[in-house]
């Protein structure tokens, strides 16, 4: 089984991947919980605390804004064997885009990003499919882009398993998109993709009405805080075919064409084999 969680993170990002090979991947580091009104809601220990996860294989930070990065200072308590983020951005780039304020997760964040050496050798490589039980893992950026906003540097991640897609990018907008659809082994990943995370929380600066020339998800997923008036959940539900979607306090199902943490809290996703059959699970709260 491939598991996914989408933690309520408030205003921020961070999903948890368990693969068929057990391998355990996080991309990005949000905390809180809109829910549970818990500011302090960390998703690394609760992996360590209640998942029993004692080390991490692979983190993806797909951009340094501090919504991205704020569990940061929890980081080593998973001893994560692989960091993978867009290198290409220097310390000037990440400390203009970020307040004064945050400098302490900010020094962190540099501190490991001076650590860990990437590309690993393939049989370290945690997201090759030969390693984790049959997913594959493919990213794509935009290193061109201009340096003021980088937003437009997030990492695109889009993972297949089964047949079935998922793409998660970080805050990517106009910029980003745009050069990503000029690039036809992006647009070869992204099509077809069955479940996508809301680019820049559910926001208009995020919203790329061009995708959904390549794809119609059953689900569309927004981990985001409390409503602002960029919200564009509306533009997301439209875009999408919709899915049977499972309420974990009941086992009720309702069909959903878009799921937020603010409203659903953490969702779950998860994809396995069963009798030559391929299934898709997908829960909230």
């Given at each position: 089984m491939l598991e996914m969680v989408f933690w309520d993170v408030q205003h921020g990002n961070s999903t948890y991947i368990k693969t068929p090979g057990n391998k355990h991947i996080v991309i990005d580091l949000g905390v809180g919980s809109y829910i549970g009104r818990n500011t302090n809601f960390s998703p690394l220990l609760h992996l360590k605390k209640i998942y029993q996860i004692s080390s991490i294989d692979e983190v993806?930070?797909?951009?340094?804004?501090?919504?991205?990065?704020?569990?940061?200072?929890?980081?080593?308590?998973?001893?994560?064997?692989?960091?993978?983020?867009?290198?290409?951005?220097?310390?000037?780039?990440?400390?203009?885009?970020?307040?004064?304020?945050?400098?302490?997760?900010?020094?962190?964040?540099?501190?490991?990003?001076?650590?860990?050496i990437f590309p690993v050798s393939d049989k370290d490589n945690p997201t090759l499919p030969s390693n984790n039980g049959g997913v594959s893992f493919k990213f794509f950026s935009t290193p061109n882009c201009g340096k003021s906003n980088i937003n437009n540097h997030s990492i695109v991640t889009i993972i297949e398993y089964l047949g079935i897609k998922v793409t998660i990018p970080g805050d990517n907008e106009s910029a980003s998109w745009k050069e990503l659809l000029q690039?036809?082994?992006?647009?070869?990943?992204?099509?077809?993709?069955?479940?996508?995370?809301?680019?820049?929380?559910?926001?208009?600066?995020?919203?790329?009405?061009?995708?959904?020339?390549?794809?119609?998800?059953?689900?569309?997923?927004?981990?985001?805080?409390?409503?602002?008036?960029?919200?564009?959940?509306?533009?997301?539900?439209?875009?999408?075919?919709?899915?049977?979607?499972?309420?974990?306090?009941?086992?009720?199902?309702?069909?959903?064409?878009?799921?937020?943490?603010?409203?659903?809290?953490?969702?779950?996703?998860?994809?396995?084999?069963?009798?030559?059959?391929?299934?898709?699970?997908?829960?909230?709260?």
């Open positions: 993806i930070i797909t951009h340094p804004h501090t919504d991205h990065i704020d569990d940061i200072l929890n980081f080593d308590e998973l001893n994560p064997k692989v960091l993978r983020i867009p290198s290409h951005l220097s310390e000037n780039d990440i400390r203009n885009a970020n307040p004064s304020s945050d400098a302490i997760k900010i020094d962190k964040y540099l501190e490991i990003s001076r650590r860990y690039n036809q082994s992006f647009t070869n990943a992204v099509s077809g993709t069955n479940i996508l995370l809301a680019s820049h929380h559910g926001r208009e600066s995020g919203y790329c009405s061009e995708l959904f020339d390549y794809f119609s998800p059953n689900l569309v997923i927004i981990s985001d805080g409390a409503a602002v008036e960029t919200s564009v959940t509306d533009k997301y539900r439209n875009a999408a075919s919709g899915w049977d979607v499972k309420k974990r306090s009941d086992a009720s199902y309702i069909k959903r064409y878009c799921l937020t943490t603010r409203n659903d809290g953490t969702i779950v996703v998860k994809m396995w084999n069963e009798n030559q059959t391929n299934y898709l699970d997908v829960s909230i709260e």
